[in-house]
T-cell receptor, first 110, second 111 residues
Framework: DTEVTQTPKHLVMGMTNKKSLKCEQHMGHRAMYWYKQKAKKPPELMFVYSYEKLSINESVPSRFSPECPNSSLLNLHLHALQPEDSALYLC?????????FGPGTRLTVL | GENVEQHPSTLSVQEGDSAVIKCTYSDSASNYFPWYKQELGKRPQLIIDIRSNVGEKKDQRIAVTLNKTAKHFSLHITETQPEDSAVYFCAATDTGNQFYFGTGTSLTVIP
């Protein structure tokens, strides 16, 4: 398996809902990332996990909660989101310096 | 921290012409510079990269050049085709742990 996968592809949620985004890679990559991306803007780093430990948290609001259950899986738990949180959420993993992105989850918060 | 600037923000070229996108970076410790192509509604895809010990790298119609002294690197696309239309992002990293992205260039190739 040579790619990063993400589920779901699309998610619509209300501001009181709790949902989770999932990311998986089976390439043995040491680092996994969550990014938020608005249309035609660069990916904005949220979290980095290195060897299953959270190494970077870019001052992300607590309504976003990451989790790395094992070296292949990365979750992003969502709670009490705001409409401005609507975006494409990208997962990525890194081998050496090369970073590979998953297809993303298109999130809409109503 | 690192600051990556990218120009131009939009670029239109005629099919068959060349396109050049330029990026500058601020941290001399950065040593790996990837370029990503992102088509509408899709993921960013790595199209070419360059490491700091190399001045130029080419892959078919795509090339990247790096000037470490001036801290800038450029993407060159020759013989452009309509399927090259996309948003292109440059990036820089020193550790491979945190990537710093440019602001993106929206390239349109006019048939």
């Amino acid at each position: 398996d040579t790619e990063v996968t993400q589920t779901p592809k699309h998610l619509v949620m209300g501001m009181t809902n709790k949902k989770s985004l999932k990311c998986e890679q089976h390439m043995g990559h040491r680092a996994m990332y969550w990014y938020k991306q608005k249309a035609k803007k660069p990916p904005e780093l949220m979290f980095v996990y290195s060897y299953e430990k959270l190494s970077i948290n870019e001052s992300v609001p607590s309504r976003f909660s990451p989790e790395c259950p094992n070296s292949s899986l990365l979750n992003l738990h969502l709670h009490a989101l705001q409409p401005e949180d609507s975006a494409l959420y990208l997962c990525a993993s890194t081998a050496g310096n090369e970073q590979f992105f998953g297809p993303g989850t298109r999130l809409t918060v109503l | 921290g690192e600051n990556v600037e990218q120009h131009p923000s939009t670029l239109s070229v005629q099919e068959g012409d060349s396109a050049v996108i330029k990026c500058t970076y601020s941290d001399s410790a950065s040593n790996y510079f990837p370029w990503y192509k992102q088509e509408l509604g899709k993921r960013p895809q790595l199209i070419i990269d360059i490491r700091s010990n190399v001045g130029e790298k080419k892959d078919q119609r795509i090339a990247v050049t790096l000037n470490k002294t001036a801290k800038h690197f450029s993407l060159h696309i020759t013989e452009t085709q309509p399927e090259d239309s996309a948003v292109y992002f440059c990036a820089a990293t020193d550790t491979g742990n945190q990537f710093y992205f440019g602001t993106g260039t929206s390239l349109t190739v006019i048939p």
